[in-house]
């Protein structure tokens, strides 16, 4: 069965793209009463406020028709912004030889929170460099991941 993120990117992705965005990834976090949808949006010339409204009132239209989710949530649109969380194969291997910092569902070696390198993506397994070890993760024990901003 697909998860929440799954189905709700395979509703909203149409209409975001339609819109000139591209839909980088969604969180829905419960947190009690008052969860939240997070919907990060993303396109080849950046992410404006106005672009994040927009795509904000394309996103709601299509929440408010379909209503997926039972309980009451915030929606809020984002850019990623430069520690921007990765959720596929493809956005890690996008980022090769970057910093990233991931939480684990399980622990490798140990530890459910990994920072590193990431050294290479094959399939879904991902591998980073981490204190001068080279350490094999399966995407799918990564609960978030995120790309470590320099400056």
Not at 39 to 45: K, L, N, P, T
């Amino acid at each position: 069965m697909a998860t929440l993120e799954t189905r709700l990117a395979e509703m909203l992705t149409p209409a975001v793209e339609a819109a000139g965005y591209v839909v980088w990834g969604i969180e829905y976090v419960q947190a009690g009463k008052h969860s939240i949808l997070r919907v990060y949006i993303d396109s080849e010339q950046g992410i404006s406020v106005d672009d994040c409204a927009d795509a904000s009132r394309q996103i709601s239209a299509i929440l408010d028709v379909e209503d997926p989710i039972s309980n009451e949530y915030t929606l809020e649109v984002s850019s990623p912004g430069l520690d921007r969380p990765l959720f596929n194969a493809a956005q890690y291997a996008r980022y090769v030889g970057e910093d990233v910092k991931v939480q684990l569902t399980m622990p490798v070696e140990g530890s459910r929170n990994l920072k590193g390198v990431i050294d290479k993506v094959e399939g879904q397994m991902l591998t980073i460099k981490v204190d001068g070890k080279t350490l094999v993760v399966a995407l799918d024990n990564i609960r978030k991941g995120n790309i470590i901003a320099k400056f």
